[in-house]
């Protein structure tokens, strides 16, 4: 299905994604799987917990599936919704799909339910690394409203591969958490275009921790989505240990930036103001030649 | 929050069956309906969560007028409500029995 990825919700996305029929759905709206946490808060519940999980196919291929509403409270992790992220993940050990593919769209921990889905992203990000030892490649879709944000964004960088969409955003903290704490002297929430060069996935994409930019466009996510099926980063101790040394030699590389244009001159970017008007396509080409690599 | 149930008499006629179907995301001014059948010797079930209190005649108002425009028998509806406007709720429900419907066929 062509069309959208952003204006999608959360189940049209997954729709849109998998073969036309393929989608069997894991504890649905029916179930009525609820947030037991919220009702103490006086707060109305969602009947999925604000995600979609389940099982289907993408070009004959099977795959398990994950698309948070970002519509529904901000598409946080509460418990509920963590243990559904959860079991999907423990049921790619069991079935071996040729991916594991999550749709984030989120601000992070749901913080009525706070120590409960700090608890469970904890369990996601070991579900996830359990999924990728088992040899299932786990793929991070970030393309939705919300960005991808806090545990979430940690989890998401646990994943073997990311692929967002210009509209996507990844980083731990929001642009209004880092203005309340540091001044907006230091980082102004309201300036569009720092936000989207400091967090958005072209940045990200550069400085080498998601792999691939696409078209704001569910048949653009798919395709990409493709490329990475069956195969996984790996995960020895050796690779950790040669990702911990480049992630120490990147900040050194980069630590007196002020501004990630900066990075992107020093990277080798002729123009770098250009590079949010380039589209996916025409970027794509420069961050294969400039883009930082990861191990 | 206040919990509200309104069962209205079916009319009996088209008989449809379908998986259950969501329509909608709870959210401020924003609320989700889940539709589904249900053996309710042919009546209609609707229960309501919302966080607005004091709106009970409201809602029975408007739920009366979409089982006036729909041909509806045995089918529970459940809204999980932030808040929503009357128009946004009617719009909903007949988004639902769309839905609804359209899966039937």
Redesign the interface.
């Known amino acids: 299905m062509s069309g959208s990825y952003l204006e999608a919700s959360a189940r049209n996305r997954i729709l849109g994604l998998l073969d036309p029929g393929s989608f069997v759905e894991f504890l649905g709206p029916t179930a009525r799987v609820t947030s037991p946490h919220l009702p103490e808060l006086d707060m109305p519940v969602a009947f999925d917990d604000g995600v979609a999980v389940g099982e289907g196919k993408i070009g004959g291929r099977t795959v398990l599936i994950a698309a948070q509403e970002g519509k529904f409270m901000g598409g946080a992790v509460g418990e509920v919704h963590g243990a559904k992220l959860t079991g999907l993940l423990e049921r790619a050990i069991d079935i071996k799909p040729s991916a594991v593919l999550l749709l984030f769209d989120t601000g992070g921990v749901r913080l009525q339910e706070a120590n409960a889905g700090l608890i469970a992203v904890g369990e996601i990000q070991r579900a996830v690394l359990a999924a990728r030892h088992a040899g299932v490649p786990v793929i991070a879709l970030v393309g939705g409203r919300n960005g991808c944000y806090g545990g979430t964004s940690i989890v998401a960088r646990t994943c073997d591969w990311i692929i967002g969409s210009e509209e996507g955003r990844l980083s731990i903290s929001g642009p209004e958490v880092i203005e309340t704490v540091e001044g907006a002297e230091e980082f102004d929430s309201q300036d569009r275009a720092l936000v989207w060069r400091t967090m958005g996935v072209k940045h990200r994409r550069l400085i080498g921790d998601i792999d691939r930019v696409v078209a704001d466009d569910i048949d653009a996510f798919r395709a990409a989505a493709q490329d990475y099926f069956g195969k996984s980063r790996p995960l020895a101790l050796d690779a950790l240990n040669a990702e911990q040394e480049f992630l120490a030699s990147r900040l050194k590389r980069f630590e007196d930036c002020r501004d990630a244009r900066e990075i992107w001159a020093r990277l080798g970017v002729n123009e770098s103001g250009r590079v949010p008007d380039l589209n996916p396509d025409e970027f794509e080409n420069l961050a294969s030649s400039c883009a930082v690599r990861r191990p | 929050?206040e919990h509200l149930e309104f069962r209205f008499p079916g009319r009996p006629g088209l008989v449809w069956k379908a998986?259950?179907k969501?329509v909608g995301?709870?959210?401020s001014g924003?609320l989700?309906v889940?539709i589904?059948p249900a053996d309710l010797k042919g009546d209609c079930l609707a229960t309501i969560?919302?966080?607005i209190v004091g709106f009970g005649e409201t809602w029975r108002q408007v739920l009366t007028d979409f089982m006036e425009r729909h041909t509806l028998s045995d089918i529970r509806i459940?809204i999980?409500?932030?808040g929503a406007t009357p128009a946004v709720v009617s719009l909903r429900l007949d988004q639902a029995v769309a839905d609804y419907l359209g899966a039937a066929q």
């Open positions: 929050m998986e259950g969501l995301v709870v959210g924003n989700e889940l589904e969560s919302t966080s459940s999980n409500d932030g």
